[in-house]
């Protein structure tokens, strides 16, 4: 079993920064890929950014991609998501996520443990 909680969420103007922690007990993180997600209201929760156990692979979604960064401090036990150049469709309740190595990383599917969720809010 693994539990994730997650920090870091607010408000904050178009064009602005957050930095999202995620820091997980229980289980060895360091055998997890790691991944967020986020859901806006009427809308599935999609996939934002993810990285291999060792970090040697991080993928990004289209519309994050040179503005987002993920990271991993395996001996902390925490990933994060440095956000930039934060923009109002950036506007959604964002979610850690922990999977086994072997399932695809881009899904919900590849994801056995969940954190409750951080807001992040970015107006216009």
């Known amino acids: 079993q693994v539990q994730l909680a997650e920090s870091g969420g607010g408000l904050v103007q178009a064009g602005g920064s957050l930095r999202l922690s995620c820091t997980a007990s229980?289980?060895?993180?360091?055998?997890?890929?790691m991944g967020w997600f986020r859901q806006s209201p009427g809308k599935e929760r999609e996939f934002v950014a993810a990285?291999?156990?060792?970090?040697?692979?991080?993928y990004y979604a289209d519309s994050v991609k040179g503005r987002f960064t993920i990271s991993r401090d395996n001996a902390k036990n925490t990933v994060a998501l440095q956000m930039d150049s934060l923009r109002p469709e950036d506007t959604a309740v964002y979610y850690c996520?922990?999977?086994?190595?072997?399932?695809?990383?881009?899904?919900?599917?590849?994801?056995?443990?969940w954190g409750q969720g951080t807001q992040v809010t970015v107006s216009s």
């Open positions: 229980g289980r060895t993180f360091l055998t997890y890929h």
């Open positions: 996520a922990a999977g086994p190595v072997g399932r695809g990383l881009a899904t919900t599917t590849g994801y056995n443990y």
């Open positions: 990285i291999t156990w060792s970090g040697s692979s991080i």
